[in-house]
């Protein structure tokens, strides 16, 4: 007699996955971060996006010490985060970032000897890696000035829009600095191109809004007016869809960067297989079937 096997088309019973699994795990691997309690910035949770503000809008939002240490560590922490599936980044007022603060960061850095500057370049390199390791796409919604580290800041995000009147510049080159800040020498050509990223880097000029979206570096420009709105409405679309997929999607953009074709097929050949697996997938299939809308859950 033949075995019977389970027909893998029958929908499954629904159950809390969660409560199968050991506590032991889950500790400190799943967190919820909607009440985090920003010092150098804003930050809020509503519907799985989260929103970081960085607000010195007299300053034009510069960083200092303090916000590109706590930025780095709340990135990190947000691959943990069970309640944020998407991000949105902004500025306070009409900015998005100045750069590095000049009295509080550029100013410190003259008197310093060489192990704690690169304390400190490591520390904003660290900020760049930790926005690409965590699984939330990033959105940057700027307006007017994005430049130095709020350029990178940007560079870093998933998706950019940005408005008619912004103004974006690597200005490394403007204060006696090299051009690769940050990882720019690395993103920015993969970006908009070598021949752009090098003009930017070695001229140090702004990057005017309409070469931006031309140049492939903003995904869209909207007015001012409706920037948060729209950043907003497409991170919701993004929290509401397959989460664990898209946190697959964005790391192996990420690590592609440094694979052969090869290498990258059979990586996603063993990605999707993984994809496969998840409950949104047979959501999917069983809403495809009913002809209704999948209503994903991101496990």
Not at 199 to 211: H, N, P, T
Request: glycine share 8%.
């Amino acid at each position: 007699m033949s075995p019977i096997y389970p027909n893998p088309y029958i929908k499954k019973t629904p159950m809390n996955y969660l409560e199968t699994i050991d506590p032991g795990l889950l500790t400190n691997n799943r967190k919820e971060m909607t009440n985090y309690q920003a010092q150098h910035f804003l930050w809020s949770v509503k519907e799985k996006v989260g929103t970081i503000t960085l607000n010195r809008p007299d300053r034009k939002n510069p960083l200092t010490f303090e916000s590109y240490a706590e930025l780095r560590d709340l990135f990190l922490g947000l691959q943990f985060a069970s309640d944020v599936k998407a991000i949105v980044i902004q500025g306070a007022g009409n900015n998005f970032c100045s750069g590095g603060d000049v009295h509080e960061i550029i100013g410190p850095l003259i008197a310093l000897k060489t192990p704690e500057l690169l304390m400190f370049t490591r520390m904003t390199g660290d900020l760049v890696k930790a926005m690409r390791k965590c699984p939330q796409p990033i959105i940057a919604a700027v307006d007017g000035i994005c430049a130095g580290a709020g350029a990178i800041i940007a560079m870093a995000s998933d998706i950019r829009y940005g408005t008619p009147s912004c103004k974006t510049a690597f200005l490394f080159n403007r204060v006696g600095l090299a051009g690769c800040d940050m990882g720019a020498c690395a993103m920015l050509p993969r970006i908009i191109g070598q021949g752009r990223a090098s003009e930017l880097l070695f001229f140090g000029r702004s990057m005017s809004a309409e070469e931006g979206e031309r140049w492939g570096f903003y995904n869209q420009l909207v007015s001012a007016h409706d920037l948060l709105t729209h950043a907003t409405h497409q991170a919701k679309l993004i929290a509401d869809g397959p989460t664990f997929a898209n946190g697959i999607t964005k790391t192996m953009l990420h690590q592609e960067w440094s694979m052969t074709i090869d290498q990258a097929i059979e990586s996603e050949a063993q990605a999707q297989a993984i994809c496969m697996l998840t409950e949104d997938f047979h959501r999917a299939y069983h809403a495809f079937v009913d002809k209704q809308k999948p209503i994903f859950e991101g496990n």
